[in-house]
């Protein structure tokens, strides 16, 4: 992994010039009392040190003689480390991580100044961790108080995301790797919540099934708290409360994906609780699917972000029509949005260390080309609430369907593959499970 981070360090710091990138880690968040959360590092952090502790600030100084990635982090400490776990150390930093100087992070107000002086530019993620912007700023202006003594202090503050960001969109083959492995855990997760789902079932106790998988296929989190919506929940698009008995009859939304080593899966499944659709839910869900795999099929080098949406979108609105749950022609739907209100949200987004992950979707105010290596998320979904001008039949019923999707040098793969999403093969599955 080291040369792979050095390689990363290495791209950042062509692209920056003479100036100085500060990259702190993601800060410690008390859950209560004594107790924190669990700690993951910052995603931008992480993919440039592969660092897993907290305390901890990266520093590159393109051309430094003594070194050009400095490392702050916590010291080697015995007795802190009987309590709460072993540390890598000073040492550990440069001999385990690639760093060419580490120091204890309590000395960063001593010695980051110093490392900044003479620089014309800073690269940092300004506005994301408030406390440590104050400290950055305080210290730069201390090196401006040195000017007298022929130190010149950086003119420019500049967003490291412009350059790291646009690195982290397009993925390597070790990243990919890990997010192949993060589609199998999580693949496997959603056939068991298939398999054990049954009405009367809480949805959290479906959460507990599928969130032990994750576990016992290496995940030590899951990507983003696990949905798992039953009936009406599931029009609800951000459902995480997971407390609702699951009733015969209903649909169970589960929209979940298991961490490894910091990357992300991120799969949405929609079928029967009590293993058979009923036609109004097949007729909805297959109309679904059709999206789907249209927003799949536009996804290859050349073609735009948006391309896989408005696929989506033609097929939603045409079903939607042919069901009688919007009138009009397709065109004119579309461009009075009026399928919005059963289809409020975009087909995807980018994958990667973040389940939301980085890079922009414009370049110059035009929709960006795919790329190789880029991986993204396929999700159209239709959520039909109850309402007075909509058929009592259709109420209630939230369908999502989602896959990860690896743009390749032609074509697509979808990384998430494994698990059922025709109608028949998830019923064909839970049918099975209820057998055995």
């Known amino acids: ?109 001593d010695i980051l100044p110093g490392l900044i002086e003479n620089r014309p530019k800073i690269y940092y993620n300004l506005g994301r961790y408030a406390d440590f912007d104050k400290r950055l700023l305080r210290w730069v202006g201390e090196v401006k108080s040195k000017v007298r003594s022929g130190i010149s202090a950086p003119e420019e503050l500049i967003d490291l995301g412009h350059i790291l960001h646009e690195l982290r969109l397009i993925k390597q083959r070790e990243e990919i790797r890990h997010m192949k492995r993060a589609a199998q855990v999580s693949a496997t997760a959603h056939r068991r919540a298939m398999t054990t789902c049954h009405p009367g079932m809480t949805e959290g106790q479906v959460q507990a099934e599928l969130e032990y998988e994750f576990g016992r296929g290496g995940a030590k989190s899951w990507a983003y708290p696990s949905i798992v919506a039953g009936g009406a929940n599931a029009c609800i698009l951000h459902y995480t409360e997971n407390a609702d008995v699951l009733n015969d009859g209903d649909l ?90 059963f289809y409020m949200h975009r087909t995807g987004h980018w994958l990667g260390l973040d389940v939301h992950d980085v890079g922009e979707y414009k370049i110059d105010n035009a929709w960006r080309m795919l790329e190789n290596g880029m991986v993204l998320t396929v999700e159209p979904g239709l959520y039909i609430t109850a309402g007075k001008d909509v058929d009592q039949r259709w109420h209630n019923i939230g369908i999502r369907i989602e896959d990860d999707v690896l743009v390749t040098s032609t074509g697509a793969e979808v990384l998430t593959g494994d698990v059922p999403k025709h109608p028949a093969d998830i019923e064909a599955l839970m049918a099975t499970a209820r057998v055995n």
């Open 1 to 109: 992994m080291t040369i792979i981070h050095e390689r990363r360090r290495r791209a950042i710091m062509d692209l920056m010039g003479e100036g100085i990138a500060i990259i702190p880690t993601a800060p410690e968040s008390q859950r209560n009392s004594d107790v924190h959360y669990p700690f993951r590092p910052d995603s931008d952090f992480y993919y440039v040190t592969h660092f897993p502790e907290p305390q901890a600030v990266a520093v590159l100084i393109p051309g430094r003689a003594e070194g050009e990635f400095v490392l702050f982090c916590r010291e080697s400490n015995p007795e802190q480390e009987t309590w709460h776990g072993r540390r890598a150390g000073l040492e550990g930093a440069c001999n385990h991580f690639d760093a060419d100087d580490a120091f204890p992070i309590e000395d960063i107000g």
């Open 252 to 341: 169970l939304l589960i929209d979940a994906g298991a961490e490894i080593d910091c990357y992300a899966a991120d799969i949405t499944r929609t079928f029967p609780v009590n293993g058979r659709f009923s036609p109004e839910q097949q007729a909805l869900y297959e109309i679904v699917l059709a999206s789907q795999l249209a927003a799949i099929d536009m996804i290859r080098p050349g073609q735009s972000w948006n391309d896989p949406h408005e696929a989506a979108v033609m097929v939603l609105t045409q079903g939607l029509i042919e069901l009688g749950l919007l009138s009009g022609n397709v065109d004119q739907c579309i461009e009075e949005g009026a399928y919005r209100r």
